[in-house]
């Protein structure tokens, strides 16, 4: 089985502000005062900004968002992260902004790469987003992003 995901994560009560311009966006509850809102093909066309994809390093950033990730890090922390695994093999990557600068990342694992002692990059990124994990799980578990395999299950 597959795991993908391409999400912004940031604050629940700011994600639902920024979303309230954006028609193609759903943000979807993770926990600990959170929410994820999917790069579904809808949202991914309604923010591209026609620059080149792949911005930052990574696979599915529309072009020119990440402006829009940093305009909306005035209000707090802000998350783009990306992952896809098959048969337990795959790459994350995850950035963080926060008063209108990276101040995380980009950070990216590939595939067949261990991990990095801080953790996973979207575990290190939910860390800068406040997530607190008990002894036994890690950030990633923490807000159960395993939840869902395929990011547009996050709003369906």
């Known amino acids: 089985m597959g795991y993908d995901l391409q999400a912004v994560i940031a604050e629940a009560e700011a994600l639902q502000c920024v979303a309230r311009d954006l028609p193609a966006a759903r943000p979807a509850s993770i926990g600990q005062g959170l929410s994820l ?3 579904t093909d809808a949202l991914f066309d309604s923010v591209a900004d026609g620059s ?6 990574f696979q599915r950033l529309p072009g020119g968002f990440e402006k829009a990730l940093a305009a909306w890090s005035a209000f707090g922390p802000v998350a783009y992260v990306e992952a896809e ?3 337990g ?3 994350q990557r995850a950035a963080v902004w926060d008063g209108g600068t990276i101040v995380l990342g980009p950070l990216h694992v590939e ?3 261990l991990f990095p002692s801080a953790g996973s990059p979207i575990s290190q990124a939910l860390r800068c987003l406040g997530v607190v994990a008990s002894a036994d799980e890690d950030e990633f578990s923490a807000v159960w992003l395993d939840r869902h395999r395929h990011g547009e299950a ?3």
């Open 37 to 39: 809102m999917p790069m």
């Open 85 to 87: 695994y098959f048969g």
């Open 154 to 156: 996050w709003i369906d």
């Open 111 to 113: 595939e067949g790469q």
């Open 52 to 57: 080149a994809v792949g911005a930052l390093g």
């Open 89 to 91: 093999v795959g790459e």
